[in-house]
């Protein structure tokens, strides 16, 4: 996985000196469309200014295209569209004075992100070349690879860059939803011809949504979105594009970064509304809370100036997690300290911390609607600005698994987009954010989205007597003089020794599935204590259970690098910024290697069998699902038959 490793500041003169380029593509240009329908009910914008006339030109101002018209060109006046969304006010509002230098200085962005690639990678010379006549033949191949790189381009960070400058008046109507459909003009021809039909079909939405003021931004947003998300697949499937994936770029007065095809949105905290936990307050799930705890801090490694974290670095850090147990086993409890404690620590140290659920409310009946609901949440918590925690409550109610006729359309699309977001070909894993999934029921998700969970915590609430009277304790408050009796409080809560005693109990299997795959192993080999062996035994486990894949060996060797990391960071390091978090990243990967220990074969078989075991529990359950779905099948057919049979005679 590639990371941004080098940061470029677009110069203030260089943006500006395309605001007039920028400025004659919203002021009016003329676009004949290739791959998209003119809306129905999309009347061109009316005149405003009796300087601009219905028809204006553009000619392109990049060096090296010659640009001819087709058959009827329709005229785009995106700032008379803009004014017109008023209620025919004659002096522009300052809503519209945001929009229109919003995309005016997005636009402009865009076109120096581009020359910047193009002098980087040679295309610049090409366009020169090509503009002689003189670009050879062997050439053409790149040439055209390269015009279709920084189409891409332009479209991205166009889109990126107006929906990071108009978030903040998106909040402003977040009562307002607007959808506006797939984008369809994706051109990649070259970044000029890619802008104005990006433009041209923005023109159309806001001809057919924006009626009135209130939704002309919701209107641009939801445009925006829908082009970065067409755009993000288009890219998937183009090369040449590493000279813009591999480099940082930054705004500074927007303080706004690109990094390659990820959103960004402004860094703003989400104002949380939930009961904090103390760790204290949690009896049993001890390793869920250790692992929690541990996680908390390891986020706050991150550092805003790489937008790395060097536990990424070093490995060991974990992006997505499936925390797993009974009813009021204590999942929603291990959210609220997580969150707490994640909350604490970056108001300590001055971050931006955002927190969201994807709940059931995601869910739509609209085609797409669930899939863009759910991809919001991903972008929203992903944002490399920011210290981000999601989380996923009752997964196997939000996500469909694949397959089951029960699953609805929504629940299909949001297992599909979670899929995508949580290992796919464009996620790039930072280290500011992590995401939690829940469950009661494990086994009805569905089984490549479970596999995406890289760590596993087992949520099993109270296990002994001493948990029963720690939790009792606790509920029952202070309104009471009854004695403990013969009792140490929180005595076993110790979470070191706690922890310790629940890993070694995972040194061999609990499962009676992988018990037997144990045992056959350890009697053919003797103990498993080479990779040789231990490779031999996860070979036996794939035998057994074919769900058992490479990323599920990818999982455990993650999770054996957080082993390895066996150390929570100093709490003093979270309560005073100085000694840590303030310091610049070498020297925070320094810090944390120092305290990491080396991985042993103990380690290793813990980890399989934690992970292993998890697998055999929700295969055991998801099969005897399964058998009593088909028992209930095969009741209603006799009872059908019965019936029909009765009538009959």
């Not at 129905?40 to 200014?49: I, L, N, T, V």
């Not at 995309?103 to 581009?114: E, G, I, Q």
């Not at 490995?315 to 147990?325: A, L, P, R, S, V």
């Not at 100093?570 to 100085?578: C, I, L, V």
Request: a negative charge; glycine letters at 6%; proline letters at 4%.
């Amino acid at each position: 996985m590639s990371h941004p490793s080098d940061l470029m500041e677009l110069k203030e003169e260089l943006i500006r000196a395309k605001y007039g380029a920028a400025g004659g593509l919203l002021d009016g240009f003329d676009h004949t469309p290739r791959l998209a329908k003119p809306k129905s009910g999309a009347k061109p914008a009316k005149e405003r200014s009796s300087g601009i006339g219905t028809r204006r030109r553009f000619r392109s101002t990049t060096p090296g295209l010659v640009t001819k018209d087709t058959a009827r060109p329709e005229g785009v006046h995106i700032i008379n569209r803009v004014q017109e969304a008023d209620d025919g006010d004659d002096l522009i509002s300052p809503v519209q004075a945001t929009v229109i230098h919003a995309l005016r200085r997005a636009l402009a962005t865009s076109m120096v992100v581009v020359d910047q690639y193009s002098d980087h990678t040679g295309l610049s010379k090409l366009l020169k070349d090509n503009l002689g006549g003189d670009l050879p033949a062997s050439r053409q191949a790149e040439f055209s690879e390269l015009l279709a790189a920084s189409s891409v381009i332009a479209l991205h960070v166009f889109a990126n860059m107006a929906s990071y400058l108009l978030a903040s008046r998106q909040a402003d109507a977040s009562d307002v939803t607007i959808e506006v459909g797939d984008v369809e003009e994706i051109l990649t021809d070259n970044s000029h011809l890619a802008l104005t039909g990006a433009l041209w079909e923005l023109d159309q939405d806001l001809a057919l949504f924006a009626d009135n003021e209130s939704k002309l931004v919701p209107t641009i947003m939801a445009f925006l979105e829908q082009l970065m998300d067409k755009v993000a697949l288009r890219a998937a499937n183009l090369p040449r594009l590493e000279a813009f994936t591999a480099v940082s770029y930054r705004v500074e007065e927007d303080n706004f970064d690109i990094s390659g095809f990820s959103p960004a949105s402004a860094a703003k905290s989400s104002n949380l509304v939930m009961t904090f936990k103390k760790p204290n307050e949690i009896v049993g799930n001890h390793i869920a809370k250790y692992q929690a705890m541990k996680l908390a801090k390891m986020i706050m490694a991150y550092d805003f100036d790489r937008k790395l974290n060097p536990f990424v670095e070093l490995g060991g850090f974990i992006f997505t997690f499936m925390g797993d147990g009974k009813p009021g086993t204590g999942k929603t409890i291990l959210i609220q300290m997580m969150a707490g404690l994640i909350h604490d620590y970056c108001q300590n140290a001055g971050y931006p911390f955002r927190y969201q659920n994807l709940s059931t409310e995601s869910i739509d009946s609209y085609q797409g609607k669930s899939a863009q609901n759910a991809k919001a949440f991903f972008n929203n918590v992903i944002d490399p600005n920011v210290i981000g925690f999601g989380t996923i409550d009752d997964i196997d109610q939000l996500a469909g698994k694949r397959g089951d006729r029960q699953s609805s359309a929504g629940q299909l699309e949001i297992t599909a987009v979670l899929m995508e977001s949580f290992a796919g070909a464009n996620t790039v894993v930072r280290g500011n954010c992590t995401f939690g999934m829940f469950s009661n029921y494990p086994e009805n998700v569905d089984d490549a989205l479970r596999q995406r969970a890289g760590a596993r915590f087992l949520v099993d609430g109270p296990q002994s007597r001493e948990d029963y009277i720690d939790i009792l304790h606790i509920l029952m408050g202070k309104n009471h003089k009854i004695p403990v009796g013969d009792h140490t409080l929180f005595e076993t809560q110790q979470i070191k020794k706690a922890v310790a005693r629940s890993f070694e109990a995972h040194s061999k299997p609990q499962e009676d599935g992988l018990i037997k795959v144990y045992e056959q192993t350890v009697k053919k080999l003797g103990k498993l204590d080479t990779l040789a062996k231990i490779g031999t035994y996860l070979d036996n486990i794939q035998n057994v259970d074919e769900r058992f894949t490479g990323r599920a060996i990818k999982n455990i060797t993650d999770a054996i690098k957080v082993r390895a990391m066996d150390f929570e960071l100093p709490d003093e390091w979270m309560e005073k910024p100085d000694l840590f978090l303030a310091k610049d990243y070498e020297t925070k990967k320094n810090m944390i290697n120092d305290l990491s220990v080396p991985i042993t074969v103990d380690m290793v078989m813990q980890e399989i069998n934690r992970y292993a075991d998890s697998e055999f529990r929700y295969a055991d359950k998801s099969d005897e699902a399964a058998i009593e779905n088909m028992v209930r099948d095969f009741g209603r057919q006799e009872e059908a038959k019965k019936r029909y049979l009765e009538n009959k005679g």
